[in-house]
């Protein structure tokens, strides 16, 4: 079936598909199909025509492409030559043609005699979809583009347009002459025109040819879809794309930045003044003028142009963002609307003057914001009602409220001024309430909610997750606070010196202490996810300084606002002081005060305590992912993390000698681990965020109580920081002797060994540490640190890991050898023995003799792994065997 709107470049024929040709030629097309298969009841039943598959040449040998047309049930023909079936009339076949090269000549013949041609790969994804082979009226190859419509703007050769949207038809793509609501990517070749400007405003992605050409390339992979995400961003046009921008006014550092980012979003930066420059971006706030006269085709725009470009990853419209000379027709227009400078300047200066006295009393009388009249609003200049500290020593006697967060009060009728100094300090706590109000309702009205915002121009700019992250509890602090602020504004409408505003704090003391404590805890957390997205964000870069420019932010950042929440209780604990040193003695508030003040201190010590809990447990997490294989059960919500040690092995009972070794000591029990040999890969979490491989190996998790004695060996020329641990587990017989050399400055030796000892001292309910630490010398227990990592003993140790990897890839019995020892174990007759004899010497006046230091392979609390060889032939030569 001829298509006139079909492009092809090995004809004269060769027209762009109109949208309207393309829909009639389809709905067309489709009820031929429909008529064809039905008839109405009076007339004969017309016979039904069978679809056949002609497989020419290649295609006849894939056996992958005859599975699928066996799955459909469709029959095939192989054959070489198609010169019979292609001008065959048959009414009882419809014949399509699967080619799998669609460059080959015979592509080209089939295509010229309108054929219905298709490729393998669409075969095969109907066939694994179980759906019928596709009616297309022009020739198609996979379903990479299908249900994609695509419009093209900014191509000036017709040869380069015309191959783009043939490779498009052959992936079953839909082409849009007019850009409509109904196209879902723009390809462009420029970053002008009213088609770029509609897809920009409707988010609609605007790609690069290329696009279709790398698409084109992944034809044969059935699985590919163009319009992947991964894919696709890959090829969308960068916001500066073909501009050439300078910038003017902004500091080196500021400059510096944005010159990076230029280059990131595809743009080119220059020199200020270069004709070549297509923008140039003005810091409004320090240019008044320019130092030349900008040609016609130089666009001189504001920064917010520039930031917000990259926020909707798309170039921006300049004609909002025009930067106005002081002197151009323009902005004279707009200020001599605003001028005091006309025949009724002297009334307008009056009733300025008189306006900003009326705001002065009624800033001193009452903390509720003024009413404006709206030709008050363009003469005056508010500030910053956020650039305030919520302490008592700098309270804000300010109150106005910035419009987009401020909530209108109950009463807007001032009370009359109260002289006492109770209730001055009780306005100031008024005061800075609700100004902590608005500042919490800036950063969700500002960041939070547009951030959340589904349907974002150029898709989310953060993460779920990361949002939450970031700003955690807001919500629920700003309900509690929002009521406190209530409350306050109606005790101080109908003040009276008995109102109890202890009461007021005590009504959401426990709404406190359940909302800050996860806020407070995680804010470090916040603030590191603010960096680490604003570093690798550009989009949430920009976000950012567009919002932190706005009146309501003060000019503050984000992490500079979020700061607050952690200031403000104990600014109010502060303030709640103030009142009760001016609350007389009689007054019922002054004990209510107390208690309030009260209840506001422990909130602070509990946040104090839950945020200890937190790091430490944010430390064993990273202990865990650190070592591999660590046991899961090192998680416990009463366990933390008090030193980590790193020290070298000094026996071969953990691991070979030399090896280093890293201790992490918790209050109640030791994790040791050694370096790994082999580094695997990251680990990549669900949400894409990817943690460094765990360089440890775990070795054993050892409660503290196995720990009987610690040896303080004492410093000689061949022996330096070392130390030994004498372990009993309780499936051993007798005791296993661990020693190490410590490998770091800090902590000291002597402070290490106290420290261990006095946990130890607490895990067994003894009162005095310092019995357990008994001083010995390296001879008498065979421990030496001398050349403990020379060249000599690396390569000792890699011998001895080679011996060990070829003796188990030739060994002919694979029974483990702890099952062989249990085995024997459960035959013999063991005797019972203690470990420090009564006639025995203590080492150094303590420690048993070196002979009974020797020990057996056995798991420890966490299923010891079978490490403990024996330590030497003289050891073990002088140990009471017990298999």
Known sequence: MADNSTLMSDTGRSLLADSSILDSKI???????LFRGSASDDEEEMPQIETRVVLPKEAAKCEELLKALEEIKVPYIKTDSVEEYKNSDSPEFETIFVIADFQDSIFNDLHKADCRVLGPPIVLHCARKGEPLPFSCRPLYCASMLNLVLCFTGFRKKEELVKLVTLAHHM?????????SK?????????????????????????????????????????????????????????????????????????????????????????????????????ENTVKDLPFEPSQNLYVVKQ???????????????????????????????????????????????????????????????????????????????????????????????????????????????????????????????????????????????????????????????????????????????????????????????????ESIGDVILKYSKDLLKTYPPFVNFFEMSKEMITKCEKQKPRFHAFLKINQAKPECGRQSLAE????????????????????????EDNPDKATLERAIESLKEVMTHINEDKRKTEAQRQIFDVVYEVDGCPANLLSSHRSLIQRLETVALGDDLCDRGEQVTLFLFNDCLEIARKRHKVIGGFKSPHGHTRPPACLKHIILMPLSQIKKVLDIRETEECHKAFALVVRPPTEQSNLLFSFQITTEEPPKENWLKMLCRHVANTICKADAEDLIYATDPDSIEVSTKDVDSTLSRASRAIKKTSKKVTRAFSFSKTPKRALRRALMAHSSVEGRTFFPASENYLGGRVASTSSLAGIHSPSLINLPSVFEKRSHTLSRSTTHLI
């Open 27 to 33: 709905t067309e097309s489709s009820k031929e199909n």
């Open 172 to 180: 079953g793509g839909i082409i849009r002459r007019d850009f409509n």
């Open 183 to 283: 196209v879902t990517h723009l390809v462009a070749n420029s970053t002008q025109g009213g088609k770029f400007r509609a897809a920009v405003s409707l988010g609609t992605p605007i790609m690069k040819a290329e696009w279709i050409y790398k698409a084109w390339e992944k034809r044969n992979d059935i699985d590919f879809c163009a319009a992947a995400e991964e894919f696709r961003k890959e090829f969308k046009v960068p916001p500066f794309q073909d501009c050439m921008l300078s910038f003017l006014g902004f500091s080196d550092e500021e400059k510096k930045s944005m010159e990076e980012m230029t280059e990131m979003q595809g743009g080119q930066h220059l020199p200020v003044g270069d004709e070549r420059c297509t923008h140039l971006i003005v810091e």
């Open 304 to 498: 917010e142009w520039f930031w917000g470009s990259i926020q909707m990853d798309a170039k921006a419209g300049e004609s909002m963002y025009l930067f106005e000379k002081l002197d151009s027709p323009e902005l004279k227009t707009s200020v001599s609307q605003l001028s005091l400078s006309t025949p009724n300047s002297n009334r307008k200066k009056r009733r300025l003057r008189e306006t900003l006295a009326q705001l002065t009393r009624e800033a001193d009388m009452s903390p509720f914001p003024p009413r404006k009249r709206p030709s008050a609003e363009h003469s005056l200049s508010m500030g910053s009602l956020l650039d305030i500290s919520n302490t008592p020593e700098s309270g804000i006697t300010n109150g106005e409220t910035p419009k987009s967060c401020a909530k209108p009060s109950k009463n807007s009728t001032p009370f009359l001024p109260k002289q006492s100094a109770r209730w001055q300090v009780a306005k100031e706590l008024y005061q800075t309430e609700s100004n902590y109000v608005d500042i919490l309702t800036t950063i969700i009205q500002v960041f939070q909610v547009p951030l959340e915002k589904e349907g974002q121009l150029g898709g989310p700019i953060l993460a779920p997750e990361e949002i939450k992250t970031i700003f955690g509890s807001i919500p629920d602090i700003l309900d509690v606070h929002t009521k406190i602020k209530e409350d306050l504004e109606d005790l101080m409408i109908n003040w009276t010196e008995s």
């Open 561 to 584: 606002l979020l700061i607050r929440p952690v200031q403000r209780l104990p600014s109010v604990a502060l303030l709640l002081n103030d009142i009760k040193k001016h609350t007389a």
